[in-house]
């Protein structure tokens, strides 16, 4: 982004730091890529949403666009977290640690209640009055019966945790080393298995799908273990750091792996002894489930971070205007997208064609109206 922003989405960098056009321009198309990954669930994917006009099924259009939802899954949320680790310890430097919670209660606190108790009961409102009811009956129901809906912006509401944890680690002497050399190769695989080993406990108890305080854990062992990285890595510039032969490698690790949780998938379902929901438990696709996604997202993380950066040296007015808006996007993508697959759901084509139009117009308005929004006075102050 263009200018300082302290969320996940845009954290403020020492003053004295460039931007970094590449890291930019990778959270915008990310942003992007989260209204897909939400379309997709529209149309057949598998995970939850606002809206469904198609539900998961074993329709061929179904399982791709659920392979698409799981292999996102796997690496773009914690890429996410990854980003906002790595610009917290500049955003604390900058503002020193008082300023630092001021400004997190403003840019992540201030969105997370508007969502919760605005955003999200709207966009549950058009959901339910898709099926005929009256729109603003069901939104009276909606904020006496459940006032507060988090939806994505779960997302923020666990920055603020983490961030909370960042400044306590600060708090006891820690900080982040500016010699931390990059993690070995050997690092990078003890840490895959050992956030594969603590997912699989998590969905023990919460397996995917279940929340605590509107939180999937069962998917927040990447999600610390990134964050965590990213703050470590912050002042010894990992990120545009990435050995080449490194990011290579783990790609190639990605590769090798993509396949082996949706081969499992289709033979658990015909051998009873391997069968059981890979959403958690003790079974095999469960087991194989957390180990596989770490070892797909590391690859596809550090190609993406390597990639970006050297595509993206400078942004131009396109990237610089769509980097600029990504968090805005983040926040007001649901009601937008609930309400573009509403008004196409009339249109006859197949599940995948739709998911591409509806997908293309929600993201190109989510854009524009983000660009339009963030001329209101104050507006650019929070977001």
Known sequence: MVTTEASSLAVARPAASPRNGGIDALRAALVGLVVLHHTALTYGGTGAWFYREIEPSSAPSSLLLALFCTVNQAYFMGLLFLIA??????????????????????????????????????????????????????????WNRVPFIPGPLWFVEALLVFSALYVLWLRVGRTPSATA????????LLAAIATGAAAFLL?????????????????????AVLFAAG???ARAEWLERIPADQAALWRRIALAVLAVFPVVVVVAARVPVLGGPPTGGLNVPAAVYAFWEPFVAWGIIMTLLVVFQRRFAQLDAFWAAASRRAY?????????????????????????????????IAVALCFLLAGLLLRVPGLRRVV
Request: proline fraction near 7%.
């Open 181 to 188: 050399a990059f993690p070995s190769n050997r690092t990078l």
């Open 203 to 223: 969905r023990l108890v919460w397996p995917v799908g279940a929340t605590f305080l509107a939180l999937q854990l069962g998917y927040f062992a990447s999600y």
């Open 231 to 233: 703050c470590i890595g």
């Open 85 to 142: 680790g790595y610009f917290t310890p500049g955003a604390v430097d900058r503002h020193g640690v008082a300023g630092f919670i001021r400004e997190r209660l403003i840019r992540l606190g201030l969105p997370l209640l508007v969502f919760g108790f605005l955003l999200g009961p709207v966009t549950v409102a058009m959901a339910v009055a898709a099926t005929g009811r009256n729109f603003f009956t069901v939104l009276w129901l909606v």
């Open 328 to 360: 805005l996007v983040y926040i007001i993508h649901p009601p937008v997208l609930v309400a573009v697959s509403l008004l196409l759901r009339g249109l006859a084509a197949p599940p995948l064609v739709k998911f591409a139009v509806t997908g293309s």
